[in-house]
Every structure is written in structure tokens, then in C-alpha cells.
């Protein structure tokens, strides 16, 4: 069973009836093993295009990368309430990327509902042990239209180091002192400090664009940042979860050089992602997440009917279910009773979100209607 925060809600239309969901994926329906067979990023497979390089952005330069592959893209099975998830094996050299992507963010976006101009992206990242050998960065990227190397814009983002665990916000910015450019942003209390994540644990993470206004918003467990970016009018073109080569930071006293990367590691795991078409920005929303009530549900998928219960015998009061595009498919009110069945044999097939209401607070899961 797959778990989705409470924060959902406000993406999918319970507060904000004309928030759209452009493209979601959690890798159920995806087979174990490798996404794809290409590394150009030319041909799809599994609706997926995949691009691995021993290089940076240049052909030509000098590198001490040599695993670039299909292979590096890989879904495995994580079990423990995620089951499949996406594997990213990094570069192991000095230089190197990855990026996976889907097709049709651009057509989907411009169909968008009038006023949506927020694009927001949430994703589930396993943080994996700290330290090893390898400096891989793991993340998210949303993506303008360019392929120019030079004008290449990331309009929002993360950037997760997998041997320190700093988790980093990127976007395209620009000031009086910073010349127009993708920058990392520091994520800390104070402002200016590294937010290092837990070890080994599963953390939501959030951005938002707004294309009005280039605002960037990232927001997580324990962090809110934003800062006004410097692609206004600038459409998305892609999401891509992305790996890169890394490297860890030259001290400067004493002075010592950065250490270059020259291990590869497939730390920094993902899982249930979703993108959003919205007009709410990640500022102001409410954290709910610590009201949520861990509930299973099962079967999930399911063909007739589904299961909701809680370890803690919270009573449920009531359940709605939603599809994809934030409309009420089903709701059905309970007498405060703690383990409850629903028929769901009328439903289409495909995914929807469950809102499960309880005396004691929300949850919000994703079913699959078999």
C-alpha cells in the first residue's frame, strides 16, 4: 500500500475545485527491471524516456565516466508500504548524467485550466545511509522547452547529495550581484545553513513555479523556503528525476580541492510522484500532515471491494473518493466504526484518491481500481 500526505488535499480540488493533475506515477504498473532499452533519451519505453551519459553537457570533454547505460534506470521492489519504486545508479566517474522523463508535460500543461499558472511537483525520496564512497547528487527537475545547453532553465527543483544527505533547491535566478543562471539554494535554518535529511528514511518533498510571477516554493519536512526566479512567462516542458556525478565541497581552511566523484551508488530511491496544475502556491498552505491517521487499506489494487482499517482503531466516520481530476466518484458516511468495507465494483478503472475521515483526523490514500 502506497502513502500519499495529507497535503494532497489541497492539490486535487478538496479546497481548490479547479486544481488539475497533469501526470502522476507511483511505478506499480511498471515490470522489475530495467525502464528501457535506450540511453539516448530518443525512444520511449514503458512510457518512459531515458538518457544516460558518461559526459556532463559536452561530448568532447575529458571524463573518467564509463557506466553510462539503460541499465541505470531500474524498478525494484522496496516492499514495506511502497512496493515498486524508480533506481537511479549514478555516474562513476568524475562526470556523467541521468534523466528520465515522460512525454506530454508541455501538451497537458497547455490545456491547463485558466488561471492555473503553478506547476507543483511533489515526490517521495528515500534519504538511504549516509557517507560511502560515492559524491552522486539524486533529484527532480522541472524543465523549460531548451536544449541549448546554454539556455537550458530549471525552473524549480531539488538536488539531494547522497553521501551527505544535503538537500538543496535549484531554479533559474537572477540579481544584482548573481548573473542570470540555475543556482542552488540553501534549504537550513538559518538561511544560509545545509538542511541534511535522516537517514534512511522516506521523505515528501514539494516544489512549485509559478509562471506568472517566477516564484520558486520548496517546501518539506521541517523547511519552507521560496525566492523569485527569473523565468517569468516561461512554460514547463518536462519533469525529470535526475542523477548526477557530484562531488564533495573544497575546504578552505586549510585549502584543499574539491574531491571529484569516482564511485557510483544507487542510494536516493523515488517514488509517487505528482504533478499538478494549480493556482495555490506551496506559501500559505496549511500543514495538516501531523493530523494524518495511518490507515491500511487493502486490497490495493482492487477488483469489488476494499478494506480500511488502523492499527490504533481510529473510528472512521466517512470516506470520499475522488478521481484524478478532483471530482467526488463515491462518499459513504460510517458509524464511527474502526474496520469498514467499500463496494467499489461501480468504479472505473484506473486511480483514484481516497479521503478517509476520522474523530481524531484526515487521511488521504491512492487506490487502484482493477
Known amino acids: 500500500m502506497k502513502k500519499l500526505l495529507l497535503l494532497m488535499l489541497i492539490l486535487v480540488g478538496f479546497q481548490n475545485a ?24 530518443t525512444i520511449p519505453t514503458n512510457n518512459y524516456y531515458t538518457l544516460s551519459t558518461n559526459y556532463d553537457l559536452d ?30 545508479e549514478g555516474t562513476n566517474g568524475d562526470k556523467g548524467r541521468r534523466n528520465m522523463w515522460q512525454d506530454g508535460l508541455a501538451n497537458q500543461w497547455a490545456f491547463r485550466d485558466a488561471g492555473n499558472d503553478i506547476i507543483r511537483v511533489e515526490f517521495d525520496l528515500f534519504t538511504g545511509p549516509t557517507g560511502g564512497d560515492s559524491n552522486n547528487t539524486k533529484g527532480m527537475y522541472i524543465y523549460d522547452s531548451n536544449t541549448t545547453a546554454s539556455a537550458l532553465k530549471i525552473l524549480g527543483g531539488f538536488v539531494f ?22 543556482y542552488g539554494f540553501f534549504l537550513g535554518t538559518p538561511n544560509g545553513t545545509n538542511l ?4 534512511n528514511v522516506w521523505v515528501r518533498l514539494y516544489v512549485t513555479f509559478d509562471k506568472s510571477s ?16 527569473a523565468a517569468v512567462n516561461v512554460d514547463p516542458d518536462k519533469i525529470a528525476f ?25 542510494a536516493g530511491l523515488f517514488d509517487n510522484i505528482i504533478v499538478t496544475a494549480t493556482n495555490l502556491s506551496l506559501l500559505g498552505v496549511e500543514e495538516i500532515a501531523n493530523n494524518q491517521i495511518d490507515y491500511s487499506v487493502y486490497p490495493n489494487p482492487a477488483n469489488s471491494t476494499i478494506s480500511v482499517s488502523n492499527q490504533e482503531s481510529n473510528p472512521i466516520n466517512t470516506i470520499t473518493i475522488f478521481d484524478i481530476n ?12 474502526a474496520t469498514i468495507e ?25 487506490i487502484i481500481k482493477n
Open 342 to 366: 467499500m463496494n467499489v465494483s461501480e468504479l472505473s478503472k484506473g486511480m483514484y484518491l481516497m479521503k478517509i475521515t476520522s474523530e481524531n483526523g484526515t487521511s488521504i490514500q491512492k
Open 196 to 199: 541534511v535529511l535522516q537517514p
Open 59 to 88: 561530448p568532447l570533454a575529458s571524463t573518467t565516466g564509463t557506466n553510462a547505460s539503460p541499465e541505470n534506470f531500474q524498478i525494484i521492489d522496496y516492499g514495506e508500504g511502497h512496493g515498486t519504486v524508480l533506481q537511479i
Open 18 to 41: 479547479s486544481a488539475q493533475i497533469l501526470q502522476t506515477e507511483n511505478f506499480d504498473s511498471l515490470p522489475i527491471g530495467a525502464v528501457g532499452i535506450d540511453a539516448t533519451g
Open 161 to 182: 547529495n547522497t553521501k551527505t544527505l544535503v538537500l538543496t533547491g535549484i531554479g533559474y535566478y537572477t540579481s544584482a550581484t548573481a548573473p542570470i543562471g540555475n
Open 242 to 266: 535526475i542523477s548526477r556525478s557530484g562531488s564533495a565541497a573544497a575546504v578552505v581552511t586549510p585549502p584543499t580541492p574539491a574531491i571529484v566523484n569516482a564511485a557510483a551508488t544507487t
Open 214 to 229: 517566477g516564484q520558486i516554493v520548496w517546501k518539506g519536512p521541517g523547511f519552507l523556503g521560496q525566492v523569485t526566479g
Open 326 to 337: 478532483g471530482r467526488i466518484v463515491k462518499s459513504q458516511t460510517f458509524d464511527s466504526i
